[in-house]
């Protein structure tokens, strides 16, 4: 058996532009740029290639960016319409950890390379809460993880790769609100293909 944990913490830039706007429709077309770093905290315990692994608090940074391309408009009057493409792209950096017994695994770069197409639709008729539901389909074209362990001044021994490369199908629902001025959203998403599981998300957002 194994056990593994992780923790992330990080920020980022976020900047929109419209392309075109026109309220008396309620259509606007935007482009969207976030660029993103931190640092992830990994921790294992377990047996890898018949030998003993146990670490924690290994520490290793990320960087990334994401464009994405999108259009809101309205279907009628309570209910709006948004599409919108997306690219990301993620790096973590290369990481060696040492171990028990002298030896070290050494993790190669991570990288995801992926694109996402979405719909989501909002509810606008309920004048402080705003429900939402949000279809995506997400190709992931790389996110291979591979590491390989060495025992002293021994040859590195590899460890068998995992790989997220493949299609993932995300379906959310939430709904977000507007409390003095902060903008409030909270969800929940779904995730079937390469990916599966359950998330859940809380974010705060100020504007002055």
């Known amino acids: 058996s194994s056990n593994a944990t992780g923790k992330c913490i990080g920020g980022g830039l ?7 706007k026109d309220e008396s429709i309620g259509q606007k077309t935007y482009l969207e740029l976030v660029l993103r ?12 290639n018949n030998a003993e692994v ?35 792209l993620t790096c973590g950096n290369k990481k060696d950890q040492e171990l028990i ?19 989501k639709g909002t509810y606008t008729g309920i004048e402080i809460l705003k429900p939402y539901l949000r279809l995506c389909c997400e190709q992931e ?7 390989a362990i060495q025992d002293g001044a021994d040859k590195l021994s590899g460890i068998s790769s995992s790989n997220a490369k493949g299609p993932t199908l995300i379906a959310e629902l939430g709904a977000s609100a507007k409390v ?18 359950f998330a859940g998300a809380l974010k705060i957002k100020y504007t002055f």
């Open 141 to 147: 074209f790389d996110g291979k993880v591979t590491a």
């Open 54 to 88: 146990k670490y924690k608090d290994s520490k290793s940074i990320y960087e990334g960016f994401e464009f994405g391309i999108g259009n809101k408009h309205k279907i009628s009057k309570d209910i709006g319409l948004e599409e919108n493409l997306r690219y990301m």
């Open 37 to 48: 770093a931190g640092q992830i905290t990994n921790g294992f315990e377990g047996t890898i």
């Open 14 to 20: 976020f900047a929109k532009y419209d392309l075109y």
């Open 101 to 119: 017994k002298n030896r070290t695994i050494e993790f190669d770069n991570v990288m995801s390379n992926k694109l996402r197409i979405g719909v």
């Open 180 to 197: 003095w001025k902060l903008d409030v959203d909270l969800s929940g998403q779904g995730y079937m293909g390469k990916r599966n599981g």
